[in-house]
Each structure stands twice: as structure tokens, then as C-alpha cells.
């Protein structure tokens, strides 16, 4: 009789049970009311929305497009058009390189380079090493008039128009070395370093004025050329390669002023002449001016 008055309590009160069992499934679990769950959950969700809306920052300020590398791409911040800076969205996009607040790398780049890439106008430095460039034109720098440095090495540059570097009244450094060059171009007389090694020059390809008016200028590399002559060298010249070259013969005033025995190049600490078919015991008096003999063969 007890027992069957049990089981019709039960059978009658069904909402005990199941706020019975909604209790037990509640409290091992969480330990607060339904309310207090209901806001922590709304909580929860909204700084998850917050953290997946934060932008990444960037490991370093970049100038690049969609088709730049992906490794790079990552880093970018998502944003919106109107979020753009202003001053950046003026500048030209960097394809295929990286680029630099001042400077731009773009070295070994695939597909294959094959002409000086568009740059952004505040360029200072540029570093477009060992592609497929053939030619400089007058265009290429007209309006990069900050640069300091350029790097050219290892491409097939075999020409380079005449008024490609008038522009560039700041330029220091011309590195064109491993080209296929067979006559210089006019070079800015602000030059300090110009490297030309491993080309094909000829004396006939390098104007006798090229150098002269370089007084800045203090290192010049033409190693591995087919020059005959040694070329006018600025009195500023403190090192000058010209190893491996087909240079035959020199004079008295190719380093010093033969006509007078007081003039001395004290600026002068280096020159190669080895890998040259001279012999340089057969002209002691070219020397006379200079602090060091040149590196060559005397015999």
C-alpha cells in the first residue's frame, strides 16, 4: 500500500523530477545559478568576438601587395581601406620585394626581374642583387632623387643610358659589379664608391673624364675588365683596383706629375695592378708621388 502511494506521488508531482534532475545536472558542473551562467556565457562570447576582431601587429613596418611573399603577407594587419595611412597609400607598391622604411630589397627575386622595379619616392637604399636585369634607363631613378646607395651586382645589365643617374644628387655608392658592361655611363660627382668589377670595359668604353670630376671619390673597384689603360684617377682616391685587366703600359702621369718632384699622393694607400701583362720595374719614376709601390709585377 506504501509503496503504490509512492509511485502516484511521483507520477503526479512530474515537475520535481525534473527540476530534480536539472539541479543535478547543473551543480557538480557550475556551481552559480542559470542568470549568472546566462551573463558569464554572454561575457565569455563577447571578448572571444573582441580577440578574433584585434588586428596583428606587425614584426616590421612593410610596404607590400598581394602578390608579395606569404611569409611576409601574415604579419599584415586586417583592415579596412579607410584604416590606410594616407602617406603610404601614395607610394608605389613594392612587387616582389621587401621593402623597408628607406630601403628595398629585392635580390634573387622569382619570376625572373628583368628591369629596376617601381620604388616607393623615399627610397634611400636599394638592393636588387643577382636577378635578370638587362638595362637602365633614364627613367628608372628620374624620381628617386633620395637615394644613397645602389647595389646592382650579378645581373646582365649591358647597357645603361647616359643620363640614368643625373638625377641623384645625394648618390654615394654605384655597385655594378658581375655585368655585362662595355662602356660606362655619366656617374654623379657624389660618388665615394664606385665598384664596376667583373664586366667587359674597355678603355674606349670609359670616357676620360669619368673619374675626373668624381672628387669624392675614394674607392674605386674596375678588377676583371679588359681595360688597356689606366684610366684619369681624382686625387681623392684612397684605394684602386685594377687587377686582371689587359693594361700594358704606364707613365709618368698616370699616378703622379711627372713635371714636378714635390707633388705627393698622400691620399693614395692601395693600388692593385696584379693579373696585368705590365711590368711595372720597367717605369720607377711613376711612383715617385705615392706613399706604398702598386701590388703588381716588377720584373
Not at 21 to 33: E, M
Amino acid at each position: 500500500m506504501e509503496l503504490r502511494t509512492m509511485l502516484l506521488s511521483l507520477l503526479l508531482v512530474p515537475g520535481v523530477v525534473c527540476y530534480a534532475g536539472k539541479t543535478q545536472d547543473w551543480s557538480p558542473l557550475y556551481k552559480h545559478t542559470p542568470a549568472s551562467r546566462s551573463q558569464e556565457d554572454a561575457s565569455l562570447r563577447s571578448g572571444i568576438f573582441k580577440e578574433a576582431k584585434k588586428p596583428k601587429t606587425r614584426a616590421i613596418s612593410i610596404l607590400d601587395s598581394d602578390q608579395g611573399p606569404a611569409h611576409l603577407q601574415a604579419d599584415e594587419p586586417e583592415s579596412t581601406p579607410a584604416a590606410v595611412n594616407k602617406d603610404d597609400a601614395e607610394l608605389p607598391t613594392c612587387l616582389m620585394c621587401v621593402c623597408l622604411t628607406g630601403s628595398v630589397y629585392c635580390e634573387e627575386v622569382l619570376p625572373d626581374m628583368t628591369a629596376v622595379p617601381p620604388l616607393p619616392k623615399e627610397t634611400a637604399y636599394l638592393y636588387a642583387r643577382y636577378n635578370k636585369i638587362t638595362k637602365i634607363t633614364n627613367k628608372d631613378f628620374a624620381d628617386i632623387t633620395t637615394l644613397k646607395r645602389i647595389d646592382l651586382t650579378g645581373n646582365l645589365i649591358s647597357e645603361i643610358e647616359d643620363g640614368a643617374f643625373s638625377k641623384l644628387l645625394l648618390l654615394e655608392e654605384l655597385t655594378l659589379a658581375e655585368n655585362r658592361l662595355v662602356k660606362l655611363p655619366m656617374l654623379p660627382s657624389t660618388l665615394t664608391t664606385f665598384n664596376a668589377n667583373n664586366n667587359q670595359l674597355k678603355t674606349k668604353g670609359v670616357k676620360a673624364n669619368a673619374f675626373k670630376k668624381l672628387t669624392k671619390l675614394a674607392y674605386l673597384y674596375l678588377a676583371d675588365n679588359e681595360l688597356e689603360a689606366v684610366p684619369h684617377l681624382p686625387e681623392s682616391l684612397r684605394v684602386v683596383h685594377l687587377q686582371n685587366n689587359n693594361i700594358t703600359s704606364i707613365n709618368d702621369m698616370t699616378f703622379c706629375k711627372g713635371n714636378t718632384t714635390r707633388y705627393l699622393r698622400t691620399n693614395m694607400n692601395v693600388i692593385r695592378l696584379d693579373g696585368n701583362p705590365v711590368g711595372l720595374g720597367m717605369y720607377p719614376n711613376s711612383f715617385i708621388c705615392l706613399r706604398s709601390l702598386p701590388i703588381g709585377r716588377y720584373y
